[in-house]
């Protein structure tokens, strides 16, 4: 058999390991159900070829062993011979269903297309077919993969089946290794600058793999199997724009409640520190004003920034409450191998799902702190499972966490804040991990005018002006008070700063850094 053999033949110990493991599970399956019993649930795209040439080898080698222990063999013949299921799309690449269809082609494969959602049409097949399990090419870091074991029964709500995973621990580097290994054929689009196949309205080629050409000609893409991180396969997939980002939105500015107000590109972070030893006051919090000033010279409004007691289910409510009502959640602190450092297993509580071992995390890990990444430190290596996105650039000896809509910074001080955000912000010029806007401008003034005296002009203004962020200050009750105009038109806020002027006498305002 022409898959076995090449494996065997390689040099790479590691695709053996994962491939051995692979070829165990479908034995497995197919020790516990019969060929008739099962299916493979094939896409066209990279992750399901390497399965369908893995049951290949798979059901070749089941077969062989049946005939030396004289039991009753799989279904012999050339034919591929598990039912394999496609869900046509319209909104599919035709590469996709090209590929697919040659494939069948190619390996006789008895193929059932099915063309309503993929529940519905799931159910139909299983009504009319003695299906008890469904081979899938499900990867630790898909969305789909959470949760998800080798074998895995069927999720509440959905036709009773077992969902069988072989390739479950495969690396984006795995998966590559395999079918360049073999030779065998798979999507064009790879081979165009694709890492990660979904729909054509959601994908496109990696940046990462583009070569820019000096003329300003077309632009080319180097394959896929030549992306360096795998951990930016993703990087590929569009994010699409929700309701509450572009449509209209409700915002609150100046304590007014305010419809559509040049507020429907707006985006929100939260800010989360992590420390009880900020809420004893042992320790003061100064990385979140920093940060503040960071997410504003991106265009970004801040929240809300609380502060979370060193225990998970604290750390749980808060990523829970924070990731539902903004688009992007900051948290730092309780980062690290001590009983008081739950932050990344809150956060994993937040989103459902359980920590799992991560084998690139702890590679670097390893490099950082050696032969002592081992025992309780190992733990460090234990990520959400399903949900981690590693952030990895050059200058950051360990790379970001990323849960979703959720960033993990593991700064101490602001120093180490300014390396992290400078990379990140190189990180999202090149993949769009955080959206970059026109930054937030402002204007302070400083007058010696009493409260009582301005507080009336200041409410009318912020009611004339409900498109900007307009507060007032004293850094002591003796001093100034300071008035704060911040919004992302300049003519507007010099417009609010000249009216606010006319109300009063001349100089009773001074402009201030």
Known sequence: ???????????????????????????????????????????????????????????????????????????????????????????????????????????DIQMDIIRLDFKSGLEALLKANPIRAIFLGVRIGDPTAVGQEQFSPSSPGWPPFMRVNPILDWSYRDVWAFLLVCKVQYCSL?????????????????????????????????????LADGRLERAGRVKKNSSAVCGKVSSIRNGLKVENLNFGSM????????????????????????????????????????????????????????????????????IGPLHSDVTVAGVAKAFGVRMAPDEEFEEHLRHLIGE??????????????????????????????KCHNVIILTATNAVELDLQWDCLIELAKSNGILELMDPFVSKCFATTLSDVEIAQPLSKLCAQFPDLYI???????????????????????????????????????????
């Open 1 to 107: 058999m022409e898959i076995d053999k090449a494996i065997r033949e390689c040099d790479d110990r590691r695709l053996k390991t994962k491939y051995n493991n692979a070829i165990y599970v479908i034995k497995r399956a197919l020790a516990l159900y019969s060929v008739e019993e099962v299916a493979l649930s094939f896409n066209g795209g990279k992750d399901s070829t390497v399965l369908l040439h893995l049951l290949r080898a798979g059901c070749f080698l089941h077969q062989a062993e049946g005939n030396n222990s004289g039991g009753k063999a799989a279904d012999g013949g050339k034919a591929f011979p598990i039912r394999t299921i496609y869900f046509e799309s319209q909104s599919a690449f035709p590469e996709i269903n090209s590929f697919t269809y040659e494939a069948a082609s190619i390996y």
């Open 190 to 226: 790879y081979d165009q600058g694709y890492t990660s196949i979904g729909s054509i309205h959601d994908t496109v080629p990696n940046a990462l793999l583009c070569m820019k050409n000096s003329d300003g000609s077309e632009e080319k893409f180097k394959p896929a199997y030549l």
């Open 267 to 334: 985006l929100t972070a939260s800010i989360i520190a992590v420390g009880d030893e900020i809420l004893f006051g042992t320790v003061e919090d100064k990385l979140s004003s920093v940060l503040c000033k960071k997410l504003h010279s991106i265009g970004w409004a801040v929240s809300r920034v609380t502060v979370s007691r060193n225990d998970i289910d604290s750390v749980a409510e808060e990523v829970e409450r924070r990731k539902s009502t903004d688009d992007m959640v900051f948290i730092y602190g309780g």
């Open 372 to 401: 002592k990444c081992s025992g309780d430190k190992n733990e460090m290596a234990l990520l959400p499972e399903g949900i981690t996105e590693l952030l990895h650039h050059e200058q950051l000896r360990v790379p970001l966490i």
């Open 471 to 513: 507060g007032g200050y004293r850094k002591s009750r003796e001093g100034p008070l300071i008035i704060t105009s911040e919004g992302k038109d300049l003519s507007r806020i010099k417009a609010a700063s000249q009216s606010l002027c006319e109300k009063f006498h001349h100089g009773a305002f001074s402009e201030i850094e």
